[in-house]
C-alpha cells in the first residue's frame, strides 16, 4: 500500500478559543491515523508490542497551511517515505474533503525498540508489507 487515507471530521474537543483545530491536536492525529495505518495492512500496534517491539517517536514536524474547524471533513493521507534498519519515516497530509486542499503536511521519525528502549530490525512481517512511497516534497 502506497499510502493509506483516513477519514476524521473536527469535534468540538478538537477546536480552540479562536474556533480552529488547536494545533497540538494535529500530533494526536497523526498518532491516530499512523495506527490505523498499520490496521490497515493487519498489523495492529498492539500486536508488535506484545512480541516486545516498540515505536516511539524520534522527532515531528508540522506545517499549518490553512485551518480546520468544527464539523469539517478531512482525509488525511499517511504514508512511510523511508524504511532504514531500525528506523521508519511516515508522512502525511491533512486534506479539506470539500475543496480538496492540503491544509497541513507533517512528518514522523520513530526507532524501533526492544523492551529496554534498545534499537532493534525492524520486523519482516513489517517490512514485508510497508511501501515506501513519499508524499511530500523534500525539504530544500
Known amino acids: 500500500m502506497e499510502y493509506f487515507d483516513y477519514h476524521y471530521r473536527v469535534i468540538y474537543a478538537d477546536t480552540d478559543r479562536m474556533g480552529v483545530t488547536y494545533?497540538?491536536?494535529y500530533f494526536r492525529f497523526f498518532e491516530a491515523w499512523r495506527n490505523e495505518y498499520f490496521r490497515a495492512l493487519g498489523l495492529p500496534y498492539t500486536e508488535c508490542e506484545k512480541k516486545g517491539v516498540f515505536l516511539p517517536v524520534g522527532e515531528a514536524h508540522a506545517k499549518y497551511i490553512a485551518p480546520s474547524t468544527y464539523d469539517d471533513e478531512l482525509i488525511v493521507r499517511t504514508s512511510v517515505s523511508?524504511?532504514?534498519?531500525?528506523t521508519i519515516n511516515f508522512q502525511y497530509q491533512v486534506i479539506k474533503k470539500d475543496t480538496g486542499k492540503v491544509i497541513t503536511t507533517g512528518d514522523t521519525l520513530h526507532v524501533f525498540v526492544d523492551k529496554t528502549l534498545r534499537p532493534c530490525r525492524i520486523p519482516d512481517e513489517i517490512r514485508s508489507k510497508v511501501t515506501v512511497h513519499t508524499?511530500?516534497?523534500k525539504k530544500t
Open 82 to 86: 523511508r524504511l532504514g534498519a531500525s
Open 23 to 25: 494545533y497540538g491536536h
Open 135 to 137: 508524499l511530500l516534497r
